[in-house]
Antibody, heavy 128, light 110 residues
Framework: EVQLVESGGGLVQPGRSLRLSCRAS????????VSWVRQAPGKGLEWVGF??????????EYAASVKDRFTILRDDSESIAYLQMNSLQTEDTAVYYC???????????????????WGQGTTVTVSS | QSALTQPRSVSGSPGQSVTISCTGT?????????VSWFQQHPGKVPKLIIY???KRPSGVFDRFSGSKSGNTASLTISGLQPDDEADYYC??????????FGTGTKVTVL
């Protein structure tokens, strides 16, 4: 079964750090890009960032709201993607989802198949 | 990058058609055909229903169709059914290798 499972969420104080994990199974993880999407309580979806596959340099891109605070990494040998979140703010409180994408291209994509598989999400609460 | 603009809600009776608009700019929806739509039932994970403006993934009913004109993309649900009641989000590739979601639309089946 094709599956993504997030973990690592929890309650954290403002200014602290947290690392989320996204473990994949049922498909060749290294062939895919991975995106992170979040949803604040009662709000809409917000794109956080993504990391390209190794074939395209494992280059990551970020939304302006998290750039310079969040880092996306991947370990294809373990089929895991990570979202390292630093300097957390109360506005970062949300359910965080990882998704599977096909993104071909080191810059703009020449082919893109979006977010066809989603994890169940992990909740991050930033509060003092 | 600002969120794409969608109507807050639309409604229709069973069997009717509803259309949801998704308005962006010339740097996202207007420039690229990487426009997608997602359906999210309450408490559930989003599901991809349209990609590349008007393509349906395998298993998605052909009652869902997409289109684009200029800076505005649209999702039409034909033959509305009770299970179509959900939140719908558009998404587009945007400048500087980023993506942006729409504000979301709640579809109510009367």
């Amino acid at each position: 079964e094709v599956q993504l499972v997030e973990s690592g969420g929890g309650l954290v104080q403002p200014g602290r750090s947290l690392r989320l994990s996204c473990r994949a199974s049922g498909f060749t993880f290294g062939d895919y890009a991975v995106s992170w999407v979040r949803q604040a309580p009662g709000k809409g979806l917000e794109w956080v960032g993504f990391i390209r596959s190794k074939a395209y340099g494992e280059i990551a891109e970020y939304a302006a709201s998290v750039k310079d605070r969040f880092t996306i990494l991947r370990d294809d040998s373990e089929s895991i993607a990570y979202l390292q979140m630093n300097s957390l703010q109360t506005e970062d409180t949300a359910v965080y989802y990882c998704t599977r994408d096909v993104y071909l291209g080191s810059g703009n994509p020449y082919y893109y198949y979006p977010m066809d598989v989603w994890g169940q999400g992990t909740t991050v609460t930033v509060s003092s | 990058q600002s969120a794409l603009t969608q109507p807050r809600s639309v409604s229709g009776s069973p069997g009717q058609s509803v259309t949801i608009s998704c308005t962006g700019t010339s740097t996202d929806v207007g420039r690229y055909n990487f426009v997608s739509w997602f359906q999210q039932h309450p408490g559930k994970v989003p599901k991809l229903i349209i990609y590349d403006v008007n393509k349906r993934p395998s298993g998605v009913f052909d009652r869902f169709s997409g289109s684009k004109s200029g800076n505005t993309a649209s999702l039409t649900i034909s033959g509305l059914q009770p299970d179509d009641e959900a939140d719908y989000y558009c998404s587009s590739y945007a400048a500087s290798y980023t993506f942006v979601f729409g504000t979301g639309t709640k579809v109510t089946v009367l």
